[in-house]
Structures are given as C-alpha cells and as structure tokens.
C-alpha cells in the first residue's frame, strides 16, 4: 500500500554551510522548465524552454558530478541533456509506461529508470482481474542500450558509486520505508541497509560525495516530506538531523560534501551545514523544486531585464574558469554577434559594461563551446 501511494505521489508530480567553491551550481525544477542558480541565490537562469505548464514538463531531474549531463523525465519518457539543457539522447527506449525518475550515473556512463509498468493480476475464483500500476527499476547504458529490470515495487532509487540504491519495507508493523545497497545492479535482493528509522518513512536517499552519508527525507509514516536527516552508509545509523521540516524533501549535496540543499513545500530552496541542527538552514530561492548541486557544468549570464537604451548595462558572467577568456554575445538574427572580450577572474566571475541600442537584445556568455543560458534584456 506505502509503495501504491508514493506511486500516486510521483504520477502527480508528473502533470505538474560553508561558502562553496564560486563554480558550483544548482539546478533545479523551475516548473515546467529547468533552471540554474549560483548556490547563494544569484544568478538565476532558465536552461530549457521547450515545456508548458501544460504538458509536457520536465518532471525529475538528476545530473553527473560536474553537470555535464543532466538525466530528466519529461514527457513521461527519460532523456539525456547537456549542462546547459540541450538534448542529447532521448526518448529512451521504456516498455510503454511514464517514466517517473531518471537518475544519471555521478560518471555519466549509465541511465537508471523507475516506469510504471500495469499489470493485470489473476483474480479469485469467481471473482474478475486486477489491474494496477506497478513502479519498476530498469538500467540502460546512457544511450538507452542494453536496458535490463532491475527490481519490481521500487518508488525510489539513487547511486552509491557504481551501486544502486532502492527502497526497502521493514519487516514488522508500521512496515517502515528503508533504504538499502543492492547486491547487485541486475537484481532485486539487498546487501544492506544504508538507511533506517523507526516510526519514520525513507525517501529521496542522497550519498555524500565521499560515499561514507546518505542524505534522506526522513518523513513520519506515510509521509513524502518531514525534515532533512543524515545517516552513515556504513551502519544505517542515524547522524544528525539537519533541517526543522515538515515539508522538507530531495536532498543533494555540495560537491565538498559540506552542504546540503533541499526543497521546502512550496517556500522554495533551502541550503544547510552538513554539521548543522534544526533552524539553521537558510533559504536561497523563493521558488523552486528538487535541487541537484553539480561542480561548474555551466555558465551564468545575470543583469537587468530592462534598461535605458545608450546608457551602460552591468552584466555579470560566473562559473568560468580561472583566466578564461569569456564573451559576451548578442544574437543578430542567426547569428551570434561578439560584443565584449574579458578575462575570468580568480573567483571564475567577469562583469561587463555595455551600452544598447533601443529595442529587445538577447544575450549569452561563452567560454569555448561552453554557453550560458540566454538573457532578454529590452532597453527604451
């Protein structure tokens, strides 16, 4: 029943510290689209434009290490994109089910999937079949190949290493959500617990960097959010809790495994020491849903949308490399026009001063192939 219900919870989803490194940062849910933030809450930019509230929208998103490639649902179907939200792959191949989670390896090389897959059960004597969704685990290589079932009744999943994670239900009443390692990648049973709480649900598990935490929506039972918890991988034992909830859900950490993000119902994202207590968590975004915190994987061009036209406008450029040679571009019809020429500074930020003529310019930064999201900017 627990898993039915959280099965329910991710179909509606479907229609619907210390001061880290200047390079790192966040995306996030921007519903319907994908967005980047710097992990202070500046420069917020928008990476996808092709969803609608509507549908289709990109409704889960996970990313690699460094954010080169971002794994998404949208569409009810898993792709692949680059750190700057361009398709890479996808649709992958599924078995004709919504694809509810798609988790990208932390190197990238593999595509883990939860589908929901209907099934029709064989009824009593006299009585008529069932039929009812059922979430499955699948594992393909990145290009969608070689995909395999993993485990049948998993709602949730996520990497420890090369190794997957999933849930796992305790054997005795409240029959508590856990989290445990897999034995293997290509089958159901479990090596261990990594995660377990008495009288408290396990979602969302996020391992440290280092591999040694596994970061948790700890949730009473029943529940999909409560409040942020830490656990050692190792034991499954508790750490710390480190967020004051109740509707606190999706951990990711900082790439120093310092900090945490998280999500907040619907007050937006939130950042807190991996070493901190209830209350100290301060929020950063009013707005937003499940956080990936990646090391770089992009550029963020940030500045006014509107501006006096002839007067100079102060546009800011982070996350470049240390002496990049950074460009700010304007589109003038197909192509990209070059505007301005510096060097990043120690901090990987560079800011521009220009001056526009009347009209709507749209703008980007580029460092190599590397592009940042587009800005509008309309100056009268």
Not at 159 to 164: N, P, Q, Y
Not at 231 to 252: I, M, W
Request: proline share 7%; charged share 20%; glycine share 12%.
């Amino acid at each position: 029943m627990r898993c039915a219900a959280a099965l329910v919870a991710a179909v509606v989803a479907l229609g619907l510290g210390a001061a880290p490194a200047a390079a790192d940062s966040i995306l996030y849910r921007c519903f319907p689209e994908l967005c980047r933030v710097a992990p202070d809450g500046s420069g917020r930019t928008q990476l996808t434009r092709d969803a609608s509230a509507g549908g289709p929208v990109y409704a889960w998103l996970s990313a690699t290490r460094d954010g080169s490639r971002l794994g998404v649902s949208y569409g009810n179907r898993a792709h692949v994109l680059d750190g700057n939200g361009r398709r890479v792959a996808g649709p992958l191949p599924h078995g004709g089910g919504p694809i509810v989670a798609t988790h990208i390896s932390p190197d990238g090389g593999q595509i883990a999937t939860i589908e929901t897959i209907t099934e029709t059960l064989a009824p009593f004597p006299g009585g008529v079949p069932t039929v009812r969704l059922t979430p499955y685990l699948f594992l393909a290589r990145a290009d969608g190949s070689g995909r395999d079932t993993v485990a049948r009744s998993t709602v949730t999943t996520a990497w420890l290493a090369g190794r997957l994670l999933r849930d796992e239900a305790a054997d005795e009443a409240p029959f508590e959500q856990q989290i445990c390692l897999l034995a293997t990648n290509a089958d159901f049973p479990c090596e261990r617990l990594v995660a377990a709480a008495p009288e408290h649900d396990l979602w969302d598990p996020a391992v440290s960097p280092d591999g040694s935490l596994v970061a948790v929506t700890r949730a009473p039972p029943d529940g999909f959010t409560g409040e942020i918890a830490i656990y050692s991988a190792a034991s499954g034992q508790l750490v710390r809790v480190v967020s004051s909830g109740p509707s606190d859900n999706a951990p990711t950490w900082s790439p120093d495994g310092r900090s945490l993000a998280f999500a907040r119902g619907d007050r937006g994202l939130w950042v807190v020491s991996a070493t901190g207590s209830p209350g100290s968590e301060r929020r950063i975004l009013a707005s937003g849903i499940q956080p990936v915190w990646v090391r770089g994987g992009g550029l963020r061009l940030s500045g006014p949308r509107r501006a006096r036209a002839g007067k100079r406008v102060r546009l800011r450029v982070a996350g470049a490399p240390r002496g990049a040679r950074v460009r700010l571009q304007r589109r003038v019809g197909r192509l990209w026009r070059t505007l301005a020429t510096r060097r990043a500074g120690a901090s990987g930020t560079t800011t521009f001063r220009v001056r526009l003529g009347r009209g709507r310019a749209v703008l980007r930064a580029r460092v190599g192939a590397r592009v940042s999201a587009r800005l509008v900017l309309r100056a009268r």
